[in-house]
């Protein structure tokens, strides 16, 4: 292929926009040494402390106020929230105009939308002729991510479902592509069960369960603490690996209760790994928030879904994705939790029927899909 330049364009709200284009841009490196690519956090870009600001703004209404969230997640396209943003985004577009001035990429792909939206601008006064892709990392479309749609040449969704979805809202059927969210190599790879159930001192006859507890809100905090107290007391023969992330303190609550109960044989508590396509190898069930990529990454694993916490707006629009169709049970308040464990742990053919269900929904050549399709 000759010689093109590919510039990728993410935002740092959530690790899910950074984690697509990654797997996007090492997609590209790989099969296509002749082309070029350049990784660009958007707002990083044109302004460092208002991304900080910004980031750390979104992280805290999430977790700590997500009612505010969902406000602003379903009343962006109103006045004057709508008339603020776009103001906004036609000023900063001038500013990343500067970096794709001085790089001039064949190619823009966005998986973020305000990115999207900036360059399509651009696209609108006639700055920028480059051909703009933008990919949707959830499983549900927002308005966000097709303003001035007419100027994307291309939509990359998770399924095709969404298709239809996109084009009541104006966009052209032939520009959308239900390729599935980009996803990492490492998820396709074949790994070593032995090898890995020893490294962590798993029993290979009893069923694994991979939980995610280090992304819950203050808010729902309670739901981990729940679910955790829940293994430690009610499944004796289930073994579990606990992430906490960036948690210190639930580290610590956690490991003083596996001690206290005397379960370090069956429960793990890891503060952080980056051996996650390793454990989904080898795990039965995975219980987490339906972040669009943890989603995606689940679905290519074959794994039964429990949906914790999730934020208000595109992860409990994930969700409900999700639960429709067959590969999630949704915990939500008020449910009690062991006797819906209980249930599911009892029921070897309805995890049967999950694993088929998340395999289905599972679009694994998703990264190649996208990058050959945007390449030719």
């Known amino acids: 292929m000759e010689n093109k330049k590919v510039l990728i364009f993410y935002g740092s709200y959530g690790a899910g926009h950074l984690s697509a284009?990654?797997?996007?841009?090492?997609?590209?490196?790989?099969?296509?040494?002749?082309?070029?690519?350049?990784?660009?956090?958007?707002?990083?870009?044109?302004?460092?402390?208002?991304?900080?600001?910004?980031?750390?703004?979104?992280?805290?209404?999430?977790?700590?106020?997500?009612?505010?969230?969902?406000?602003?997640?379903?009343?962006s396209g109103k006045?004057?929230?709508?008339?603020?943003?776009?103001?906004?985004?036609?000023l900063l577009a001038y500013k990343l105009y500067k970096l794709i001035d001085a790089?001039?990429?064949?190619?823009?792909?966005?998986?973020?939308?305000?990115?999207?939206?900036?360059?399509?601008?651009?696209?609108?006064?006639?700055?920028?002729?480059?051909?703009?892709?933008?990919?949707?990392?959830?499983?549900?479309?927002?308005e966000q991510w097709l303003v001035h749609h007419e100027y994307v040449d291309d939509y990359?969704?998770?399924?095709?479902?969404?298709?239809?979805?996109?084009?009541?809202?104006?966009?052209?059927a032939?520009?959308?592509?239900?390729?599935?969210?980009?996803l990492s190599h490492k998820f396709l790879m074949h790994y070593d069960k032995q090898a890995i159930l020893k490294e962590f001192n798993l029993k290979p006859d009893k069923p694994i369960v991979l939980f995610f507890a280090g992304g819950s809100s203050h808010v729902a905090r309670g739901t981990s603490s729940d679910i955790f107290q829940s293994f430690l007391h009610s499944f004796p023969n289930v073994q579990i690996l606990t992430i906490t992330g960036k948690s210190n303190q639930l580290k610590k609550e956690f490991d003083e209760l596996v001690l206290?109960?005397?379960?370090?044989?069956?429960?793990?508590?890891?503060?952080?790994?980056?051996?996650?396509?390793?454990?989904?190898?080898?795990?039965d069930i995975v219980i987490t928030k339906p972040g669009g990529l943890t989603t995606t990454e689940s679905l290519a694993s074959g794994l039964p879904i429990i949906v914790i916490d999730p934020i208000p707006g595109q992860e409990e629009e994930n969700a409900t994705f999700l639960e429709k169709n067959g590969a999630a049970i949704w915990l939500k308040k008020g449910d009690h939790v062991s006797e819906i464990l209980s249930n599911l742990f009892a029921s070897p053919d309805k995890i049967k029927q999950m694993k088929i269900k998340a395999k289905l929904l599972a679009k694994k050549n998703s990264t190649k899909d996208i990058c050959e399709t945007v390449l030719r």
């Open 21 to 75: 284009a990654r797997s996007i841009q090492e997609y590209i490196d790989a099969q296509y040494p002749n082309i070029q690519t350049q990784l660009v956090d958007t707002i990083e870009y044109i302004n460092k402390t208002f991304n900080k600001i910004s980031v750390k703004t979104y992280d805290q209404i999430s977790r700590k106020a997500p009612w505010v969230w969902k406000k602003v997640y379903y009343d």
């Open 79 to 90: 006045w004057p929230i709508k008339n603020i943003s776009q103001t906004a985004n036609d």
């Open 103 to 142: 790089y001039q990429p064949d190619i823009i792909i966005c998986t973020h939308f305000f990115p999207s939206q900036m360059c399509a601008i651009l696209k609108e006064k006639g700055k920028i002729h480059c051909r703009l892709a933008t990919v949707l990392t959830d499983y549900a479309p927002h």
């Open 156 to 172: 990359f969704v998770a399924h095709k479902g969404m298709i239809s979805d996109l084009v009541k809202c104006g966009v052209d």
């Open 174 to 182: 032939s520009k959308i592509h239900a390729t599935g969210i980009p």
């Open 260 to 283: 206290y109960n005397h379960r370090e044989d069956n429960i793990k508590v890891l503060k952080f790994t980056n051996q996650v396509p390793q454990l989904m190898s080898v795990s």
